[in-house]
């Protein structure tokens, strides 16, 4: 379900591609923005001189419908814009974005209408409504009915674009639910022809304890730390030890600082920590700040990991995949099977 301008406009600047997010029939709408008083620098009057840019089947898409979901991205493209031709690129290409989406808005709702037997409950489109009234208008209901005379309609037309919203946005999921099953042969492709994207640095996971200096001495400091180096050697366990005595903000986690490749950290923590085998414990490391002992918890080497460990990474790499490419394939068919008009 679309939730107004806002949503709209994002899903067109940073997820067209993606074919846009499914709602739940359930989030409440945010009303759609009036046109702008003064729009004289979108350009649509003049790209659209007849006040059409679109007609699907029997609706006709004006330019005050791109004109509201503009409005409130105009200001972010002027901004972006270092100067006016391309702004007026940025504009045009946002503009046709706008109509594509409010085209397919039209033609998904076609296609739900088709089978008559689909219906919206009439409680969804209250619940809508009212969630909104309370949401957006703090309850004013004078306030709703100014809004909706704003935009030329009355509140049976508004009830009309609530529902539509909620089925564009029930279609759309149903279609994501559907072309996101991914097969084990088609993550064991993608893998295998995709070696050098899963290449990894050698890394340790890296358990740390560090000793602030204060008002300590080094030799006081060094002292600290073979206090510590002994219990460990006579069998206690690094993260225990972490524990009691760490003064960085990993104490509770037993100075648990997960996996670092060498390029994370500076040479002074990277050099000694790197010639550690797993379970090993670096000797003092003293700094202006303090002294440290490094820890090799376990240690990865340079390479390409097993399947198992990037299984869910490609699952869903390959997800939005099939999803954009089906959603698009859809969208096609959708458009063909309607009398779509540009203009």
């Known amino acids: 379900m679309t939730t107004g301008p806002s949503r709209l406009a994002l899903r067109i600047l940073l997820a067209l591609a993606l074919g846009g997010p499914a709602m739940a029939i359930a989030q409440p ?16 009057n003049l790209r659209f001189a007849n006040g059409i840019a679109a007609v699907v089947e029997s609706k006709v898409i004006t330019v005050d419908d791109i004109r509201r979901e503009l409005a409130p991205i105009l200001p972010q493209i002027r901004r972006e814009s270092r100067n006016q031709k391309e702004f007026s690129e940025k504009l045009e290409k946002v503009q046709d974005d706008i109509v594509r989406s409010l085209v397919d808005r039209a033609v998904i709702v076609k296609e739900f209408r088709k089978d008559e037997k689909r219906k919206i409950p009439e409680s969804y489109i ?40 909620i089925i564009y946005g029930y279609m759309r999921g149903q279609q994501r639910k559907s072309a996101s099953v991914v097969s084990p042969a088609k993550v064991e492709e993608y893998y295998a022809a995709n070696q050098a994207k899963f290449y990894e ?27 510590i180096l002994a219990k460990f050697s006579a069998g206690a366990k690094f993260a225990d030890l972490a524990k009691d005595y760490t003064q960085d903000a990993r104490k509770a986690k037993g100075g648990d600082w997960s996996w670092q490749k060498r390029g994370d950290l500076k040479a002074a923590f990277s050099d000694p920590l790197f010639t550690l085998q797993a379970g090993q414990v670096s ?31 490609i699952e869903v790499v390959l997800s939005q995949q099939m999803t954009r490419e089906a959603q698009e394939k859809w969208l096609e068919r959708l458009r063909r099977n309607a009398y779509v008009r540009l203009y």
């Open 201 to 227: 640095e050698e890394q340790i996971h890296l358990r740390l304890i560090q000793l602030n200096r204060a008002e300590l001495s080094d030799e006081q400091l060094l002292a600290k730390t073979e206090e």
């Open 126 to 165: 209250d619940n809508a409504i009212s969630e909104q009234l309370t949401t957006q208008f703090e309850g004013d209901r004078a306030r709703f009915l100014a809004y909706l005379k704003s935009r030329g309609f009355t509140l049976r037309d508004y009830r009309k674009e609530v529902e539509e919203d």
């Open 29 to 44: 709408l945010a009303p759609k923005a009036a046109a702008p008083a003064n729009a004289a620098d979108d350009g649509l």
């Open 283 to 313: 000797a003092p490391i003293l700094q202006k700040e303090g002294a440290y002992l490094l820890y090799a918890e376990e240690r990865k080497a340079a390479g390409v990991p097993p399947i198992a460990d990037v299984r869910e990474q």
